[in-house]
């Protein structure tokens, strides 16, 4: 079993940059695939970005495609998504989440995700 501690959200304004990180305890970080996820008021939750086990492969929804990577320290037990051009539509609490992964590969489902944060707000001001 893996614990998630999402940081880093805030209150910024369009164009702004935000680095949220996602520190995990328990069993073996590089064991796991890593998802970003955000959910918005009044809407279902929604992937963002996903990183695979090792870090190699990376997977994005279009509409942070240019504006956001995602990152992963192995070594520090720590996932990053930096989010560059905020956008109002942004503003969402972000989750990060784990999966247990026998290969490395990206998933983008949120049913494929078993362990998640308990969130962090990120509000994007116009």
């Known amino acids: 079993q893996v614990q998630l501690v999402e940081s880093g959200g805030g209150l910024v304004q369009a164009g702004d940059s935000l680095r949220l990180s996602c520190a995990a305890s328990?069993?073996?970080?590089?064991?796991?695939?890593m998802g970003w996820f955000r959910q918005a008021p009044g809407k279902e939750r929604e992937f963002v970005f996903a990183?695979?086990?090792?870090?190699?492969?990376?997977y994005y929804a279009d509409s942070v495609k240019g504006r956001f990577t995602i990152s992963r320290d192995n070594a520090k037990n720590t996932a990053y998504l930096q989010m560059n051009s905020l956008k109002p539509e942004d503003t969402a609490v972000y989750y990060c989440a784990a999966r247990g992964a026998d290969w490395d590969t990206v998933a983008f489902s949120l049913n494929e995700y078993a362990y998640w944060g308990q969130g962090t707000q990120v509000t994007v001001s116009s």
């Open positions: 328990g069993r073996t970080f590089s064991s796991y695939g």
């Open positions: 990183i695979s086990r090792s870090g190699g492969s990376t």
